[in-house]
């Protein structure tokens, strides 16, 4: 058995996944097997013309239906009876030393989540971590260039031991897409674990793949309605009373303004159903907050100091009205 299994959710073959891959043949390291999940009955082995070198450690796990990166993530980690997970996204290739520095990381500090420097193309951006606000905006794709800090692993490149992994109860199935490595670092945060980056290395991620062809609009969606989710999950009560009026407030002012710049109302619908889908879910959000904070062993003080102070959303909303 392999020391490390390498994840890679994907919904199709194409040529980021081929890349992928050719770049996991030219690593340094090569203690690891590769587990490729198909999100929907799109490929078969055969579709693969693998590196000799990769043919015996590559598997295939086929789920019936497009469950989301979280499902895709957990399927994959339970495949495997390995020490150490990498999780990559399809459209993400390394710098042939990735894995092994990556390795080394995780042998240093099992209870860590870690990423390579990774440089995402689409916001050019190279960096060492995500950020995340005090009223749970996260991430690059919405926000640019708005916010500090690396509060959380980016799931497009995230290593983790598998002890740590099961401890901390896999992704949340439930978000489907968006947010998913916001909340697995924010759980690692509250339980102690720590949440760093293997600096010498890099790994190259183009983004947005996954999601091409899905409006502007229904990627709004996904990720404020998922943003409510990890905000309830993992804010103590006192934050959730009162901030979580202010998240409703500025989810809503991005949604009217992107209605009037874009001219589409869509994005004010699909705004009240990312605040409907939450209600329907409150009673399972509430059964997963309970097992959260009954672990959590640090409290908000701690974990803010490594979010960002000042609202994301607020300097979207300054940015885009300066460029108009």
Not at 169 to 189: N, P
Not at 227 to 236: A, E, G, L, T
Request: aromatic fraction near 12%; charge should be positive; glycine fraction near 8%.
């Amino acid at each position: 058995m392999p020391v490390m299994t390498v994840i890679i959710p994907t919904l199709d073959r194409g040529p980021a996944l081929e890349r992928c891959l050719s770049s996991l043949a030219e690593q340094t390291f090569s203690d690891f097997d590769i587990v490729i999940v198909c999100n929907g009955r799109r490929m078969v082995e055969h579709d693969f013309n693998l590196d000799p070198g990769l043919k015996h450690r590559t598997r295939l796990i086929v789920s019936e239906s497009n469950r989301g990166y979280g499902a895709a993530c957990n399927m994959g980690a339970h495949a495997t009876d390995a020490s150490y997970l990498l999780f990559l996204n399809d459209d993400t290739f390394l710098q042939d030393d990735c894995a092994e520095e990556i390795y080394k990381s995780l042998c240093s500090s099992e209870n860590t989540l870690f990423q390579p420097m990774i440089r995402h193309e689409y916001a050019r951006q190279t960096r060492a971590g995500n950020p995340c606000d005090i009223f749970g905006a996260a991430g690059l794709g919405f926000y640019g260039n708005c916010g500090t800090g690396e509060f959380f692993a980016s799931g497009a490149c995230l290593a983790v031991s598998k002890t740590t992994y099961d401890y901390l109860g896999g992704f949340d199935e439930k978000l489907f897409l968006y947010y998913d490595d916001v909340d697995l670092s924010w759980r690692a945060r509250l339980v102690g674990f720590n949440v760093s980056a293997t600096t010498n290395t890099l790994c190259f991620h183009s983004g947005g793949k996954s999601s091409t062809a899905m409006p502007h609009e229904i990627k709004f969606y996904l990720t404020q309605r998922n943003r409510i989710r990890v905000f309830i999950k993992n804010y103590s009560m006192q934050r959730i009373f009162t901030r979580l009026l202010v998240v409703v407030c500025l989810i809503l002012g991005g949604a009217f303004f992107f209605a009037i710049r874009n001219r589409r109302v869509r994005y004010v619908e699909c705004c009240l159903r990312a605040f409907g889908w939450n209600l329907k879910m409150l009673h399972n959000t509430l059964v997963e907050r309970s097992w959260v904070q009954g672990r959590r062993v640090r409290n908000d003080l701690l974990i803010e100091k490594s979010m960002s102070q000042q609202s994301i959303d607020i300097c979207v909303l300054k940015r885009s009205i300066a460029d108009m």
